[in-house]
């Protein structure tokens, strides 16, 4: 039993740590234009560490359209994005709560 419960507090342990490097990994961005026809949005980024990119301003494709259902140019915002198929591809959005 002590062998399991060590085993099931290292996995969690596990789990959370790459969740938070997931959530610290991602990017700042404003949004320039969004393109939901395409699946496209064009971003003004700061440095992606995962893609060991620097800040600028390009166009990224989506993974999940949806993600641009409440984007609109000039948003401030958090994202995520990897290389697939020679496309970069963000795949991840967080907009900041709204100041009161």
């Given at each position: 039993m002590k062998k399991f419960l060590?085993?099931?507090t290292l996995a969690l342990?596990?789990?959370t740590a790459m969740a938070?490097?997931?959530m610290t990994d991602m990017a700042e961005a404003e949004v320039r234009k969004v393109?939901?026809?395409a699946k496209k949005v064009t971003l003004k980024h700061g440095p992606?560490?995962?893609l060991d990119m620097p800040g600028m301003t390009m166009v990224f494709q989506v993974k999940d359209v949806?993600?641009?259902d409440?984007?609109?140019a000039g948003d401030k915002i958090r994202f995520s994005a990897e290389q697939q198929q020679g496309a970069y591809?963000?795949?991840a959005i967080e907009k900041p709560p709204a100041a009161k």
């Open positions: 060590l085993s099931a342990v596990s789990i938070q490097t997931a393109d939901k026809e992606i560490k995962n949806a993600l641009l409440k984007l609109a591809v963000v795949t």
